[in-house]
């Protein structure tokens, strides 16, 4: 069974984007809503992933080297003004998107296993990822005119 | 009727030292009864005045009904008018005084000034008007309509703010527009928006005559809306008043009334309505048919207050868990209650989150629509529902959607221009925002307009930097010299209330038409003439190649807005000038062809929550991510209100080892704004002249802090020094007001001894309605000498 393969993809993927948003909560503390949301997602993220713990220990935890490309490097290093800022939410936004199809794959064993308990932990998560999805597209979608056409 | 004279000698009863003013006590049910109120300019009688001239007060939401008193072309004194809904003949001190004097003072700007290097000098209208198009073409020409940013205020006519919102979006096309407003009624727009699917205020003030509870959230009427507060008293002090519960980390004269003070820590409202509304569920107060019938997301509520039971909220709260338990009981048990909220909600950590709870209460009990059955979302300024409908705020006029294709398309059609020139590809930029792109530098035109920033705005080290170093071109529009039009590129001398014809919207939707009553000083201006102006030099035009601006006067305006209003929640099409000018004060929607008002909206449990017809599709409360057009189109609210919820993450600063209290902002009964008239009104002025702190008795000891000891408060951004007033505040909280700036004061005491509160409050806005969070601080306190 490869799901402990994914569980641990998962637990790696909100780990990663955890670590990301405080990246770029720092770095771009000049944007307050940027700043205060992108630290109170990563608390969320972590919340995931203590959510799934039990479900890890119950499953074990999967070799983590395969498949190896699709694990994501989180933001590094982050970028500085309005044109770096958005390309760090982009970043931000295709890892979210990875965790997200992540959440969707484990659900759908879920089902096929009728987990309920693995099953619950999916709708309270993956409902909040889909939030940090819009709310990265919302706040890129009200930048990118302004960055794209008017900043230096 | 009840005479009470006014006047302001020094004899018998004013409302500086009586500040609500007599009583007249009646029973539920029973009209308000009237009282006129009255003020004169020394040495004068009501047989010395020439005219008066019908009008509303301008100094608070409430927008007064009134009449100037005109002698020798000069205003010279108010009264109010026993015919109008409102108030009933009753003015507060802020109307009594300020209204009349604060237009009156020896130093209102006269003429334009132009900065030459280091100096604003005295130019004409054709200068300054030139220099103002000249740098708005070359910018539309060299960047484009991003470049170009408005920041209004809650101060100006709806005829001005239509003009100004057509000016913007259809001739310029920026959707960098936004009012004061977003420091004082964003999050009451949000909140009403979210919940009911579009802006627009549910009761009216008939409900406080009506009710047998009344909640108030953050809302210190008793400073605020001093004419509420009487209108309230004399509910309290007739039979059967009605049950007070009070939500106020202070304990204001309304606290002090109250069968009920919930003195929450700053930053925590969320937590106890959490608790309330636990705790109306778990007792079977709800009415589960309304429920069912007309509304949704009730699945949604289980997650975010489970963990709040009346013992965690008071922990978290700093209350008594039995007062929780008070207050929900009253809540569930009453039949007719009325909810208000204001700043201490709209301006504290998560907002809109709050405020919608305070919806969510009355759904869950389907108390709405009925007499004494209400929300009032208050609004803090006289015509800012009209910056808010007529879309200077940012959003499209007539609460249109800007996520609706068909919405823009009405509206391109009503200006005759490609809709793609309307901004409508993301939500307008909020002022923060917009003052952080001109921080940036992407914003190098911003046109103010009647607004002190300078003062209002959160962190002001930053805002005065930024105002003071940028290489954006800076225009102020006022009636005086602000700290703010100290910095400009241009001022322009504008006509204020009494100087100018035009209507504005109270916030109970109730619209006065004020007309001119003399003339303005030396060439000021109306705003109406100074934006109409402007769009004639820029040569804006229609895609028939007319004039986009054909308007001559406020009627024009007026009467094209009622026709941008038709079909739309605000509906003004049943309310023209000669309606006002027969009756006092009209409430939209009236329709063409109707003659009555409606008191209450959504009588019949039908929300404007339709997809074609509402105003947002939503967001989520706790980050303000949008809700797209498809899951919103799929979820079929079809005229249900949305019970909307987030979890509680408390304030973002909270106090700490080294800032280990709280902060909090608020208001002086005898100020508005930055004191712009209110400081130039010998009376208020006198009556609390200036800058305080307030903490509690227990904080005090701890720093060997006596009453009228000179502290120093000081936060992470900057510092502010007044004299301490030891009060019944809750212990760990600290307020100030923040009306004190420093126009009055000698030059460089905003370093030497800082006086405004927003010296100290941090830059940090609500999710949803972007409202700066004024009132969530960590600062310490330290005692630098005895009293002065």
């Known amino acids: 069974m490869n799901l402990p393969v994914y569980l641990s993809l998962l637990s790696q993927s909100e780990k990663t984007l955890a670590d990301s948003f405080r990246v770029v909560a720092e770095a771009h503390g000049d944007e307050p809503d940027i700043h205060f949301l992108c630290m109170s997602l990563a608390d969320q993220c972590e919340e995931h992933q203590a959510k799934l713990q039990p479900v890890i220990e119950r499953y074990g935890e999967g070799s983590d080297d395969e498949p190896e490309r699709l694990h994501a490097a989180g933001v590094g290093e982050a970028r500085t003004g309005p044109l770096g800022m958005l390309r760090d939410l982009q970043d931000l936004y295709l890892l979210a998107s990875l965790t997200d199809i992540t959440w969707i794959a484990v659900e759908q064993a879920g089902q096929a296993l009728r987990d309920r308990e693995l099953l619950e932990v999916v709708s309270a998560c993956d409902k909040q990822t889909a939030v940090q999805l819009r709310w990265l597209k919302t706040r890129m979608k009200h930048a990118a005119p302004q960055v794209l056409i008017a900043a230096s | ?788």
């Open chain 2, 1 to 788: 009727m009840i005479q009470q004279d006014s006047s302001t000698g020094e004899a018998g009863t004013d409302r500086v030292r009586d500040v609500w003013g007599g009583r007249t006590p009646h029973a539920r049910g029973e009209a308000w009864p009237d009282r006129l109120d009255l003020a004169l300019a020394e040495g004068l009688a009501e047989s010395d005045v020439d005219t008066w001239v019908k009008s509303a007060c301008v100094l608070c939401s409430n927008g007064c009904g009134c009449d100037i008193a005109v002698k020798d072309g000069r205003m010279v004194g108010i009264r109010g008018r026993t015919d109008d809904p409102i108030n009933r003949g009753r003015l507060g001190p802020k109307g009594l005084f300020a209204s009349w004097q604060g237009m009156d003072a020896k130093d209102r700007l006269t003429t334009p000034l132009i900065r030459r290097g280091a100096e604003l000098v005295p130019a004409t209208w054709d200068e300054a008007m030139q220099a103002i198009v000249e740098r708005s073409r070359a910018l539309l020409d060299e960047v484009g309509p991003l470049s170009h940013g408005f920041y209004t205020s809650g101060q100006l006519f709806l005829e001005e703010y239509y003009a100004l919102a057509v000016i913007g979006k259809a001739g310029i096309g920026t959707p960098h527009m936004d009012g004061n407003t977003r420091l004082c009624t964003a999050t009451a727009a949000a909140a009403l928006k979210e919940t009911f699917g579009a802006d627009g205020q549910p009761a009216c003030y008939e409900d406080v005559e009506e009710c047998d509870a009344l909640f108030l959230y953050g809302h210190n009427v008793a400073a605020t809306q001093t004419v509420l507060w009487a209108r309230i008293l004399d509910r309290l002090e007739g039979p059967e008043p009605p049950l007070l519960v009070v939500v106020d980390p202070r304990r204001t004269p309304v606290a002090e009334r109250a069968t009920v003070h919930l003195p929450v820590r700053p930053g925590t409202n969320l937590a106890l309505m959490y608790a309330l509304i636990r705790e109306v569920l778990l007792q079977g107060w709800a009415d589960e048919d309304f429920i069912a019938q007309h509304t949704m997301g009730l699945d949604e509520l289980p997650e975010h207050i489970a963990e709040w039971t009346p013992e965690r909220a008071a922990e978290e709260c700093g209350v008594e868990a039995s007062d929780i338990r008070e207050a929900a009981r009253i809540f569930g048990t009453s039949e007719r209650v009325l909810s208000t909220v204001l700043q201490g909600f709209y301006q504290s950590a998560q907002a809109t989150a709050s405020s919608c709870q305070v919806n969510n209460l009355h759904l869950l009990r389907g108390m709405i629509g009925r007499p004494g059955c209400g929300i009032l979302q208050m609004n803090g300024q006289p015509t800012a529902q009209n910056n808010r409908e007529c879309g200077a705020d940012g959003d499209l006029p007539g609460f249109r959607n800007w996520d609706n294709p068909e919405h823009v398309e009405q509206l391109a059609e009503l200006w005759g221009v490609d809709p793609l020139v309307i901004p409508h590809w993301a939500e307008p930029t909020h002022a923060m925002q917009l003052f952080r792109y001109v921080e940036q530098g992407s914003i190098r035109f911003l046109w103010i307009s009647a607004t002190n920033p300078a003062v209002s705005l959160p962190q002001l080290p930053r805002i005065r930097e930024l105002l003071g170093t940028t290489d954006a071109f800076i225009v102020v529009q006022d009636l005086y010299l602000t700290e703010t039009a100290a910095l400009a590129d241009v001022v322009l001398p504008a006509a204020g209330w009494g100087e100018k014809t035009g209507t504005f919207t109270n916030t109970t939707r109730t619209v006065h038409l004020s007309e001119k009553a003399v003339e303005p000083p030396g060439e000021a201006r109306a705003d109406l003439d100074i934006f109409l102006d402007y769009a004639r030099r820029m040569d804006f035009r229609r895609l028939d190649g007319s004039p986009l601006i054909q308007w001559q006067d406020p009627e024009d305006v007026y009467r094209a807005w009622q026709e941008c209003s038709r079909g739309r929640p605000c509906d003004y099409t049943g309310i023209s000038y000669d309606d006002l000018r027969r009756e006092s004060g009209i409430r939209w929607p009236r329709r063409e062809g109707q003659t009555e008002s409606i008191d209450r909206l959504y009588a019949d449990a039908e929300f404007s929550t339709r997809a074609d017809y509402c105003e947002t599709f939503g967001h989520d409360l706790l980050t303000g991510a949008g809700v797209e057009v498809e899951p919103y189109k799929a979820a079929r609210p079809d005229g249900r209100a949305f019970l909307k919820s987030a979890k509680y993450v408390g304030p973002h600063e909270p106090p700490d080892d080294e800032y280990p209290l709280g902060f909090t902002t608020g208001r002086s009964v005898y100020h508005f704004h930055t004191r712009t008239k209110t400081g130039r009104t010998r009376q208020l002025r006198d009556a609390a002249p200036s800058v305080w702190v307030e903490l509690s008795q227990t904080d005090a000891e701890a720093h060997g802090i006596a009453d009228g000891d000179v502290v120093e408060v000081s936060s992470r951004r900057g510092r502010l020094v007044a004299p301490a007033r030891v009060t019944a505040i809750r212990p760990g909280a600290v307020f100030a007001p923040f009306h004190y700036g420093y126009w009055d004061a000698p030059p460089g005491a905003e370093k030497r001894r800082p006086t405004a509160a927003n010296e100290l409050t941090i830059t940090e806005w609500d999710p949803v309605s972007k409202q700066p969070v004024f009132k969530a601080a960590a600062v310490r306190v330290k005692r630098l000498g005895g009293a002065e």
